[in-house]
């Protein structure tokens, strides 16, 4: 078992557009903070596994294929592997948590 202090990770970032930092990575699954600023975009791509996004501060969208949703603090979308694309587009600044299965 380990433990994360992600508010220390997302403090220690570098102030830019868009920042990654994986603080874990097994056999099965990757873990991830990101920080989106406001007005940015993570621009479509596709994914070849299951990931679980959960937004802990801001606002903005989130797409997936054809479908936009709003998201808020506290909201939870997990994209399947299937999807052809997602993107997410901040209206304020992001901090998101995202969650990879591996196969």
Same mark, same amino acid.
């Given at each position: 078992?380990?433990?994360?202090?992600?508010?220390?990770?997302?403090?220690?970032?570098?102030?830019? *557009?868009? $920042?990654?930092?994986?603080?874990?990575? %097994?056999?099965?699954?990757? #873990?991830?903070?990101?920080?989106?600023? #406001? &007005? $940015?975009? /993570? *621009?479509?791509?596709?994914?070849?596994?299951?990931?679980?996004?959960?937004?802990?501060?801001?606002? =903005? %969208?989130?797409?997936?294929?054809?479908? %936009?949703?709003?998201?808020? *603090? =506290?909201?939870?979308?997990?994209? *399947?592997?299937?999807?052809?694309?997602?993107?997410?587009? #901040?209206? %304020? &600044?992001?901090? /998101?948590? #995202?969650?990879?299965?591996?196969?």
């Amino acid at each position: 078992m380990k433990k994360y202090n992600l508010q220390g990770i997302l403090n220690g970032m570098e102030k830019k *557009p868009l $920042n990654k930092e994986v603080f874990c990575s %097994t056999f099965h699954l990757k #873990a991830q903070v990101m920080r989106l600023k #406001a &007005d $940015n975009t /993570i *621009p479509p791509c596709k994914m070849e596994n299951d990931v679980l996004f959960y937004f802990l501060k801001g606002e =903005g %969208t989130i797409t997936v294929d054809s479908e %936009t949703l709003d998201i808020n *603090p =506290g909201d939870c979308v997990v994209v *399947p592997h299937q999807a052809e694309s997602r993107s997410i587009s #901040a209206k %304020t &600044d992001l901090d /998101i948590l #995202a969650v990879q299965g591996l196969k």
